[in-house]
């Protein structure tokens, strides 16, 4: 699985080198949705969401939102790069969150 994020942080990293966005600001918070929020009303009761084990993390990218779950979450200001040289430290799951939330 490491060697999944890892091929993804690559090809992100390059698509940022690209288009010059390595020092833009990137803004993740972490927002407690509800659970008709975040999924709706499913049939299935057996969501991380629906048991609290998870929370819904939005990143703001140049007024583009992009929104993960995770049961790491936190907020973060920094730089694209920041975020890429951090996706695999301390939390993984709020790291990665951050990482895959990321979209142009």
């Not at 999924?39 to 929104?67: H, R, T, W």
Request: proline share 4%.
């Amino acid at each position: 699985m490491t060697q999944i994020y890892e091929n993804i942080k690559e090809k992100a990293k390059a698509l940022f080198e690209t288009h010059q966005f390595l020092n833009e600001p990137v803004t993740v918070t972490a927002r407690a949705l509800s659970v008709t929020e975040a999924i709706g009303n499913p049939e299935d009761d057996d969501y991380p969401i629906q048991k609290g084990k998870e929370k819904l993390m939005q990143a703001d990218f140049k007024s583009s939102f992009g929104q993960a779950f995770t049961d790491h979450f936190g907020n973060f200001k920094g730089s694209v790069k920041d975020v890429l040289d951090r996706a695999h430290s301390h939390f993984p799951g709020f790291k990665k969150a951050c990482l895959l939330e990321q979209k142009e």
